[in-house]
């Protein structure tokens, strides 16, 4: 969906890790219900669900159904010396659904150049299609902070490759919002979550984002002023919201995504006020 100078809930994918692995009628129909017209897509549990007999054409009666349409495609490693393995499954599913974004994250083999010419290898690819390819940093992979990925963007030098910017990330390295300054114009998806400040498994980056991110409100994450930074600095990015949460994953899928947006539509009208 296009970016909203003033966000509201609808103007964010539901991304898949939201809820469990639950079916694609139950998790569509969690998110419409709750506001959301745009969802994520994995395509490692897209490739799993086509081996297990279904199609392509029963994707697309599902998203007819439910009225909803793929906002993303997440995620694939883009920078390795060898191509990733589900890259040919992404590009099919981009060409056939049309996703705003694909997701890419790290770890990069080699140089921050070999970095950039296979992200801009990838971003040739899905071009044709209207996909942007997003780069979102990880602490726990080398492209670690949004910096380390607009060097590689600035390097790549593609129109469709472009940053994900999970706030999550920007909080387990420490990071201010302050380094975002001078970053935005590399910046074209920011993604939500809440949390606390001080790291509650700081021995497993990766663990942790997989099991404590909390509904936005919820944590202690400055999500307003996240908002309204983005507003001033680039009202035409989107937005995705990505809350990975054992509790939320083991519960109804509905009523996750209800929470989910509640939290967020509250966050959002802090943030206007």
Known sequence: MAGNPLPEVADFTFSFNCT???????????????????????????KAWLEDGHTLD???????????????????RVMREDQDPLEDLAAVLAERLRPLR???????????????????????????????????????????????????????DRPNLSMCMDVWHLYRMGLPLDHLDGLWPYISTVQFNDGTIE????????????????VPGEGEFDLVGLVRRRNAERPDSTFSIEVINRTLREQDAALSARQIAEGLDRVLAASRS
């Open 20 to 46: 469990g692995e639950v079916p694609l009628d139950e998790r569509f129909a969690a998110a419409r219900a709750a506001g959301f017209v745009e969802v994520g897509l994995s395509v490692r549990w897209t």
């Open 58 to 76: 029963e994707l697309d009666a599902l998203i007819a159904e439910h009225g909803v349409r793929i906002g993303e495609l997440e995620a694939i």
């Open 102 to 156: 694909l997701q890419a994250i790290g770890p990069y083999d080699g140089t921050v150049d070999d970095a950039a010419q296979r992200a801009g290898r990838v971003a040739d690819r899905f071009a044709p299609w209207g996909v942007d390819v997003v780069l979102e940093p990880l602490p726990f992979t080398n492209m670690q902070t949004p910096a380390d990925a607009a060097g590689i963007i600035l390097r790549a």
């Open 199 to 214: 790291c509650q498994l700081p021995e497993d980056l990766r663990e942790d984002c997989l099991l404590n991110r909390r």
